[in-house]
């Protein structure tokens, strides 16, 4: 399959993995839903840093957030875009040009690849994905944007009491 080569991808909903890939210069392979791959011309830590840019905060910004509300300080989740549900995790280190970064509503799970320790991510539309990273570091990666979606789903839930709507309307008056 030819892969359609776009400069300026950015990351949506069907955005399953990027996996970098280097032709010439550092680029992305880009998985998507429905089978889709794509060539982006940039690296997937850019491709990270422009979607946070996109939604509203810096890459930096979403980094801070996630160290105070989970007390986490290593291979960081990201919360991208919240409304949207898109979180994002590393599979290693994001200084590491190889890290390949997954997308938490897509993954599945990952499975050990015998005998060495690399494995096989699957994806919840029966895509997969195979990785020189161990199953148990992508299931504990799994785990982290599970803990991650769940508590910034939960901090920001609307509060729609009429109270809130209509705060004149319950005000007591003095008589």
């Avoid at 991208?80 to 599979?91: C, D, H, T, V």
């Avoid at 320790?117 to 944007?145: C, E, R």
Wanted: with cysteine.
């Amino acid at each position: 399959m030819e892969k359609e080569i776009i400069e300026d991808y950015i990351i949506h909903y069907r955005t399953m993995a990027l996996v970098p890939e280097f032709v010439g210069q550092a680029g992305t392979r880009v998985l998507e839903t429905g089978g889709v791959e794509i060539l982006a011309l940039h690296s997937p830590l850019r491709l990270i840093k422009q979607a946070c840019l996109h939604h509203g905060a810096s890459l930096e910004g979403r980094y801070e957030a996630v160290k105070h509300r989970l007390d986490m300080k290593q291979k960081l989740p990201v919360p991208i875009s919240r409304q949207e549900g898109i979180y994002a995790f590393p599979l290693l280190s994001t200084k590491r040009p190889d890290n390949i970064w997954l997308f938490y509503d897509h993954v599945d799970r990952a499975v050990a690849n015998q005998p060495n320790a690399s494995s096989t991510v699957y994806f919840y539309n029966g895509q997969w994905l195979p990785t020189d990273v161990s199953a148990g570091i992508i299931n504990q990666q799994i785990l982290k944007a599970r803990r991650c979606k769940s508590a910034f789903q939960e901090v920001h839930q609307p509060d729609i009491s009429l109270q809130n709507i209509f705060p004149n309307a319950f005000a007591e008056t003095a008589d």
